[in-house]
Structures are given as structure tokens and as C-alpha cells.
């Protein structure tokens, strides 16, 4: 069964600083699909990026990038030039290509706080 | 186009009643899944539907939980003689499956506390 583990509960970064979430993940499968959601307090999940497990080049939305090493299974966020507006929960997540893993398998989040 | 949607948005309920909650997806998206969500944990898979039929169903959802998409566009999630470790929220997500890749879109949720 695939599993997702992310072992930072809580991080603060300075405002503009920069800051990385960590996740690791298991999984039997080759082909598969890793992404980052937010979670701002009191509102709905939003998709920040998605990662393929085929493509080598990790991927990248304007202040956000992943480090995704397929061998050693992790799947970092970073966020670059923090803003207040990055406050939320983070949750990594998996999902499989095969039929009867199409559900997304979510870790346990990561509490951010971007300081003034 | 509004996104996912779902009514309503909090449910207080006592112990033992039923709660039917609706999700209506993005408009043409062909998958849909629910999802449960207690404080302080990511969410966990309890069903989804391509189109009208629901192809897998987690473990969690005991014989009280039952889902349906009868035409393949919005979906229920009833839950019967509800107990108070049925509080969570309940979170509803659609895509557009083409071929393995896709990506779910998640409503605001459906919060439900049980008394």
C-alpha cells in the first residue's frame, strides 16, 4: 500500500525568506503522480503543483518548486520570496496510474506561518 | 465556471439522525470523490465515481455511509444514525481522467459536527 509521510508538523519562515516542506512516500509502482496542496485556515484545498513521476525535470509554479527524487523517494516543496498569503496547510499527496489507486493517499500536512 | 461546490457548507446534527450532504463538480469532469477530513489530518479517501458508477470505496466507509451520482454529474453522500466520530469535514473533489493523468479540484467542504 502506498503511504506518505510528512514529518515537519509545524514550520515559520520569515517573510520573503526562503523555505522547503519535506515528504517521502512509498510506493511500488514506476508511473505516478505527486503533488502539493495549500489549505489556508477556514478555506478549501488548493492544488499549488503537480509533479509526474516519469518526467525528471521538477516542476515549477513562479515561487514554488519541488525537489522530487525518484530513487529516494521524497518530494520537497520550496517556497521562494515567502508572503504573508503562503500561511496554510501544506499536504503532500500521491496517487497511482493503476486501476484501484486513482485516490489521492495525503500525508499529515504541514502547518506554515510566514512571520512579518 | 464556479468550481467544486457543496451544500452546506456546516451540518449540526444529533447523534442517531441521518445527514445527506451534495457535491455538484466542475462542469464535464468525469471523476468524483469524497473524502473525510478531521482536524490536524490530511484527508482521507472514502469513495469515488467515474460517471454514474462508483468504482471503489474505502474500508472506512461503514455499511451507515452510502454515495450516489445517479446521472454522473452531482453526487450525495448520506450518512445514517450518525455517531459523534462521524464529525470531520467532508470534502468533495472532481476531475477530468484523461487517460492516468489527472488532477482533483477540491469544494470548500462540508463540515459536519454530530452532538
Known amino acids: 500500500a502506498q503511504t506518505v509521510t510528512q514529518s515537519q508538523p509545524e514550520m515559520s519562515v520569515q517573510e520573503a525568506e526562503t523555505v522547503t516542506l519535506s515528504c517521502t512516500y512509498d510506493?511500488?509502482?514506476?508511473?505516478?503522480?505527486l503533488f502539493w496542496y495549500k489549505q489556508p485556515p477556514s478555506r478549501q484545498m488548493i492544488l499549488v503543483i503537480r509533479?509526474?513521476?516519469?518526467?525528471?525535470q521538477n516542476a515549477t509554479e513562479n515561487r514554488f518548486s519541488v525537489n522530487f527524487q525518484k530513487a529516494a523517494k521524497s518530494f520537497s516543496l520550496k517556497i521562494s520570496d515567502s508572503q504573508l498569503g503562503d500561511t496554510a496547510m501544506y499536504f503532500c499527496a500521491f496517487r497511482g496510474t493503476t486501476s484501484g489507486t486513482y485516490k489521492y493517499i495525503f500525508g499529515t500536512g504541514t502547518r506554515l506561518k510566514v512571520l512579518a | 465556471d464556479t468550481g467544486v461546490s457543496q451544500d452546506p457548507r456546516h451540518k449540526i446534527t444529533k447523534r442517531g439522525q441521518n445527514v445527506t450532504f451534495r457535491c455538484d463538480p466542475i462542469s464535464e469532469h468525469n471523476r468524483l470523490y469524497w473524502y473525510r477530513q478531521t482536524l490536524g489530518q490530511g484527508p482521507e479517501f472514502l469513495t469515488y465515481?467515474?460517471?454514474?458508477?462508483?468504482?471503489?470505496k474505502s474500508r472506512l466507509l461503514s455499511d451507515r455511509f452510502s454515495a450516489e451520482r445517479p446521472k454522473g454529474s452531482f453526487s450525495t453522500l448520506e450518512i445514517q444514525r450518525t455517531e459523534q466520530g462521524d464529525s470531520a469535514m467532508y470534502l468533495c473533489?472532481?476531475?477530468?481522467?484523461?487517460?492516468?493523468?489527472?488532477?482533483?479540484?477540491f469544494g470548500p467542504g462540508t463540515r459536519l459536527l454530530v452532538l
Open positions: 509533479q509526474e513521476a516519469y518526467k525528471q
Open positions: 465515481f467515474q460517471n454514474e458508477a462508483q468504482l471503489e
Open positions: 473533489a472532481s476531475s477530468l481522467a484523461v487517460g492516468a493523468g489527472e488532477t482533483q479540484y
Open positions: 510506493t511500488s509502482e514506476n508511473n505516478y503522480y
